[in-house]
């Protein structure tokens, strides 16, 4: 009887341990982007500042809104990669400009680095960015 008793109180402490090891900030890869940043954004000779609030699209598919991207009111739809879990996939047209690039958050989950490029038609324009929550 002490042997199944000592079985019953192991197994119910490695169900405990497993219970508090799961990291809930990590169920969805979406979560650790999620929030209201200020953004310093440099696009060619242009540096701005504005707010940009990201959320999510569709968890299935790991997207996200990312409104007011650049500053002047789009809201795009980015998507987090599938090899690298702390970055974003932006490739979309929005308000007659095509955006590509990507956004790289940092350990802390409080800042994204992007690089992009924007285009009309011929013009092209390289940008980069700092988004801190």
């Given amino acids: 009887m002490n042997y199944f008793k000592k079985i019953k109180i192991l197994f119910s402490l ?3 341990i497993a219970i ?5 900030d990590e169920d969805s890869v979406l979560l650790k982007f999620i929030g209201e ?24 598919n790991n997207e996200l809104y990312l409104e007011n991207f650049g500053g002047y009111g789009p809201t795009i ?11 974003i996939i932006i490739d979309t047209y929005s308000d007659n400009l095509q955006i590509v690039g ?11 680095t992007f690089t992009y490029e924007t285009s009309n038609n011929s013009n092209a324009v390289s940008c980069s960015s700092i988004a801190k929550k």
């Avoid at 508090?20 to 809930?24: A, D």
């Avoid at 990507?102 to 994204?112: A, L, Q, S, V």
């Fill in 14 to 16: 490695l169900i405990l």
């Fill in 37 to 60: 940043y200020t953004v310093s954004d440099s696009c060619g000779s242009a540096n701005t500042t504005y707010t940009m609030i990201i959320r999510e699209k569709n968890e299935n």
């Fill in 102 to 112: 990507e956004g790289t958050i940092n350990n802390e989950r409080d800042e994204i």
């Fill in 77 to 87: 739809v980015a998507k987090v990669s599938d090899q690298n879990p702390d970055k």
């Fill in 20 to 24: 508090l090891g799961c990291n809930r």
